[in-house]
Nanobody, 124 residues
Framework: VQLQASGGGLVQAGGSLRVSCAASDPIFTRYLMAWFRQAPGKEREFVAA????????YYADSVRGRFTISRDSAKNAVYLQMNSLKPEDTAVYHCAATHFLSGSYSDPPQYDFWGQGTQVTVSS
């Protein structure tokens, strides 16, 4: 599957932004989907994940209560709504997909497919 992320941009602290990820596979429901982010000089960091059915959702502690992950199987897309943004949320946001997990949903090597990323910059 090919993943295409979009929707990044520049926003002031406290603002909101929604990033999207479109998948090329029409059988979208066979993938667990996730968002990771990577800031300059830092390792890739887990943000959120959503199960194939959408019934299970996981968040990193740093974004819980501010970010919401969702998926739309009719559009083969996954979204990340980001509210109350902080300067430390600045990063390139990548969507990722996998057929199944053999370990933690927050571990990047668990994901077989990655999008190219979209830049999110939060100014103070």
């Amino acid at each position: 599957v090919q993943l295409q992320a979009s929707g990044g941009g520049l926003v002031q602290a406290g603002g909101s932004l929604r990033v999207s990820c479109a998948a090329s596979d029409p059988i979208f429901t066979r993938y667990l989907m996730a968002w990771f982010r990577q800031a300059p000089g830092k390792e890739r960091e887990f943000v959120a994940a959503i199960s194939k059915s959408g019934g299970e959702i996981y968040y990193a502690d740093s974004v819980r209560g501010r970010f919401t992950i969702s998926r739309d199987s009719a559009k083969n897309a996954v979204y990340l709504q980001m509210n109350s943004l902080k300067p430390e949320d600045t990063a390139v946001y990548h969507c990722a997909a996998t057929h199944f997990l053999s370990g933690s949903y927050s571990d990047p090597p668990q994901y077989d497919f990655w999008g190219q990323g979209t830049q999110v910059t939060v100014s103070s």
